[in-house]
């Protein structure tokens, strides 16, 4: 999961050196957190969102496939 949402940060934003992802693992589900520079925040979440909820969607269906609960955070 971690790799996956790493190649879909490094593939919207201008500067893929700085995008950094940690994934904890919590009792009940996995937590992934996504960081990026500043200026690429924007490219990350989209218009109302909708890049992050189609990440979340994503991760979400590979996650359920492995019979997983995943959490993406963008920080």
């Given at each position: 999961?971690?790799?996956?949402?790493?190649?879909?940060?490094?593939?919207?934003?201008?500067?893929?050196?700085?995008v950094m992802v940690n994934m904890i693992e919590k009792?009940?589900?996995?937590?992934?957190?996504?960081?990026v520079?500043?200026?690429?925040?924007?490219k990350v979440i989209g218009k109302q969102g909708r890049?992050?909820?189609?990440?979340?969607?994503?991760v979400k269906v590979a996650a359920a496939r492995q019979k997983k609960k995943v959490i993406v955070e963008i920080i």
């Open positions: 999961m971690k790799e996956l949402v790493e190649i879909l940060a490094k593939a919207l934003v201008d500067q893929p050196e700085k009792d009940r589900a996995t937590l992934i957190e996504l960081q520079a500043r200026e690429d925040m924007g890049i992050a909820k189609a990440i979340r969607a994503v």
